[in-house]
T-cell receptor, first 114, second 116 residues
């Protein structure tokens, strides 16, 4: 069965420090992978996506993610975190075959210390 | 990118009343839209798939009589929470996909429903 796992529920980093959010997936075929960010009380904004090709993808706001097929992972990284990056981050896989459905991980809440 | 607008962003209603939430694709047509519910500190759970011109497809465990979905046009889907109760309080988010090979889903801003 398809699934997405985000092992870290909460992460706290200091402003200026580097960040890595983990995402592991289970999917029968080559997945389409996404990272979304949700600020408090807001909808979801797409940070980046991977469909094919270069396994290191660049996104908005200085984020990047690397697809590693051997590890079934799609971890999100940022070299230097800003206070405005504090939010909830969701990894997602989809769409499921024949549909436009997506499966989301449980999310990682990022706290940034000044 | 494509824009999906959701309205209202927040609503408070009394227990027993019904609430309608709208999801509009502003610059593309969407034959299919999706409604998600987000519980506190939880991920997004797909509730139903809204199909233009036909009945919605509900996920297992979602009460179709409680959550009425209408997709009357290619740019509008509505979710009506009927006879709302406090346990229906949640954050509801819709998404739409332009289709035609576009695999990215575009999300609305979400609606915070509070039933008192």
């Amino acid at each position: 069965a398809q699934s997405v796992t985000q092992p870290d529920i909460h992460i706290t980093v200091s402003e200026g420090a580097s960040l890595e959010l983990r995402c592991n997936y289970s999917y029968g075929a080559t997945p389409y992978l996404f990272w979304y960010v949700q600020s408090p009380g807001q909808g979801l904004q797409l940070l980046l996506k991977y469909f094919s090709g270069d396994t290191l993808v660049q996104g908005i706001k200085g984020f990047e993610a690397e697809f590693k097929r051997s590890q079934s992972s799609f971890n999100l990284r940022k070299p230097s975190v800003h206070w405005s990056d504090a939010a909830e981050y969701f990894c997602a896989v989809g769409p499921l075959s024949g549909t436009y459905k997506y499966i989301f991980g449980t999310g990682t809440r990022l706290k940034v210390l000044a | 990118g494509a824009v999906v607008s959701q309205h209202p962003s927040r609503v408070i209603c009394k227990s027993g009343t019904s609430v309608k939430i709208e999801c509009r694709s502003l610059d593309f047509q969407a034959t299919t839209m999706f409604w998600y519910r987000q519980f506190p500190k939880k991920s997004l759970m797909l509730m139903a798939t809204s199909n233009e011109g036909s009945k919605a497809t509900y996920e297992q465990g979602v009460e179709k009589d409680k959550f009425l979905i209408n997709h009357a046009s290619l740019t509008l889907s509505t979710l009506t929470v009927t006879s709302a109760h406090p346990e229906d309080s949640s954050f509801y988010i819709c998404s739409a996909n332009p289709g035609q090979g576009n695999t990215e889903a575009f999300f609305g801003q979400g609606t915070r429903l509070t039933v008192v």
